[in-house]
């Protein structure tokens, strides 16, 4: 099972960027997915999650009304819409799906995890 993110780079503030995760090996489509981020020297943190049916997302109170979570099970991705983004934004975030279809934003209920791409935002 792998699930690879994609759709990191370098960008400036107030900029937007569109991170795509993709899942093979098997379906996740009764999985909540997520995203989480991790800076350099910091631990890894919620950013948001979508539960099995599309209805229920959460998010990190930093990204709230500036990130927005969606989820394509007939292709097994799912997406993170980042917009206005901020230097406090830069991390390397990972996709994440969970042994529960329930959203959850903990993170000891993910057991599917990818290697991550890097979010840098310039000031």
């Known amino acids: 099972v792998q699930l690879q993110a994609s759709g990191g780079g370098l960008v400036q503030a107030g900029d937007s960027l569109r991170l795509s995760c993709v899942a093979s090996g098997r379906t996740f489509i009764s999985n909540t997915r997520g995203w989480f981020r991790q800076a350099p020297g910091k631990d890894r943190e919620f950013v948001a999650s979508?539960?099995?049916?599309?209805?229920?997302?959460y998010y990190g109170d930093s990204v709230k009304g500036r990130f927005t979570i969606s989820r394509d099970n007939a292709k097994n991705m799912v997406y993170l819409q980042m917009n206005s983004l901020k230097p406090e934004d830069t991390a390397r975030y990972y996709c994440a799906a969970a042994n529960t279809g329930w959203s959850t934003s903990s993170i000891s209920a993910y057991e599917y995890w990818g290697r991550g791409t890097l979010v840098t935002v310039s000031s």
């Open positions: 979508i539960g099995s049916n599309s209805r229920t997302t």
